[in-house]
């Protein structure tokens, strides 16, 4: 009850394309669902966060929608960057993200110039 | 502020050897986390500290792995003996308890040969 699941776990798109992340959870407590990206050869970092009050987050290009009935959230990444190539990872936390995250398996985005 | 600092950056080692990963974490951050990650399994959380005071250390594979945080600025995760199953990315993490970004650190490599 406490996975992320997380798919697919690669992705290739073209450039100018959207690149699309789904995650799943199980457990309803979950009230702090955060998206972190990492580059090769560095650690993850925070790009995108949203809490179950909210269906969908914007920041710039990156967008998180949340379907709360569903038990899902997913990354959507607006035309798609060479830049944006790395890996992507879903988490979920309880209390509002102070307790430990639960991350999803990551899914290594490609982008094609 | 230099973020979160972790040495060494890789490490090769033999099996049945002590290995100790140290990791400052950014100054003022009261939560500090460690990950492992590889292929297989992803990014796994071993233990967080909260003000020093070990939370959670439920991802600890087994009595080999010890972690300890003598005071706000220094941690560190030992394994010993050492063995090949061991081989990963060892992330350090730390967060200001009052807000939810976990800040990486760049990782260390081990290799136990």
């Known amino acids: 009850q406490q996975q992320v699941k997380q798919s697919p776990q690669s992705l290739i798109v073209q450039k100018g394309g959207i690149s699309i992340i789904n995650c799943a959870y199980e457990n309803t407590a979950f009230d702090y669902f955060p998206w972190y990206q990492q580059f090769p050869g560095k650690g993850p970092a925070l790009l995108i966060a949203?809490?179950?009050?909210?269906s969908e987050k914007k920041e710039g290009r990156f967008t998180i929608s949340f379907n709360k009935s569903a038990k899902q959230f997913s990354l959507h990444i607006m035309d798609s960057q060479p830049g944006d190539s790395a890996t992507y990872f879903c988490a979920a936390s309880l209390q509002g993200g102070s307790e430990k995250l639960v991350f999803g398996k990551g899914t290594k985005l490609t982008v094609n110039p | 502020d230099a973020g979160v600092i972790q040495s060494p950056r890789h490490e090769v080692t033999e099996m049945g050897q002590e290995v100790t990963l140290r990791c400052k974490p950014i100054?003022?951050?009261?939560?500090l986390f460690w990950y492992r990650q590889t292929m297989m399994r992803g990014l796994e959380l071993l233990i967080y500290f909260n003000n020093n005071v070990p939370i959670d250390d439920s991802g600890m594979p087994e009595d080999r792995f010890s972690a300890k945080m003598p005071n706000a600025s220094f941690s560190t995760l030992k394994i010993q003996p050492s063995e090949p199953r061991d081989s990963a990315v060892y992330f350090c993490?730390?967060?200001?308890?009052?807000?939810?970004?976990?800040?990486f650190g760049p990782g260390t490599r081990l290799t136990v040969l």
């Open positions: 100054s003022g951050h009261n939560s």
């Open positions: 949203i809490r179950p009050d909210v």
């Open positions: 993490a730390s967060r200001d308890y009052a807000y939810n970004e976990q800040f």
